[in-house]
C-alpha cells in the first residue's frame, strides 16, 4: 500500500513563498499522476494543481502563474512551489494518488495578510 507524505506547510506572510513536498512510500512513476488538493475551513477540497507521469501539467486558474508543480520521480516526489501567496490561498493542502485514490494527511497553509 503505498502511502503519501505531505510537508513543507507553515505560516507566511501575503506574497511570500512556500514549497510544499510530497514523498510517496513507493514508486510514483508506477502511480503515475499525481495532485494536489486544498480544503480551506467550511469549503469542499478542490483541485489545485496536477502533474502527469510525462510531466503535463494542470493548475486551477486562481493559481495560475503562481504555482509551479513539478515531479521528482528519483526521489519519488512531488513539489508544488507556491508564490505571491495570497490570504485566500490558506488551507490544509492534500497529495493525492488518482491511480490508486490514496490521499496523504495533508498540511497547513496559513497566509496572513
Known amino acids: 500500500q503505498v502511502q503519501l507524505v505531505e510537508s513543507g506547510g507553515g505560516l507566511v506572510q501575503a506574497g511570500g513563498s512556500l514549497r510544499l513536498s510530497c514523498a510517496a512510500s513507493?514508486?510514483?512513476?508506477?502511480?503515475?499522476?499525481m495532485a494536489w488538493y486544498c480544503q480551506a475551513p467550511g469549503k469542499q477540497r478542490e483541485l489545485v494543481a496536477s502533474?502527469?507521469?510525462?510531466?503535463?501539467?494542470y493548475y486551477h486558474d486562481s493559481v495560475k502563474g503562481r504555482f509551479t508543480i513539478s515531479r521528482d520521480n528519483a526521489r519519488n516526489t512531488v513539489y508544488p512551489q507556491m508564490n505571491s501567496l495570497k490570504p485566500e490561498d490558506t488551507a490544509v493542502y492534500y497529495c493525492?494518488?488518482?491511480?490508486?485514490?490514496?490521499w496523504g494527511l495533508g498540511t497547513q497553509v496559513t497566509v496572513s495578510s
Open positions: 502533474i502527469s507521469s510525462g510531466g503535463n501539467t
Open positions: 493525492y494518488a488518482p491511480s490508486k485514490n490514496i
Open positions: 513507493g514508486s510514483i512513476l508506477s502511480i503515475g499522476a
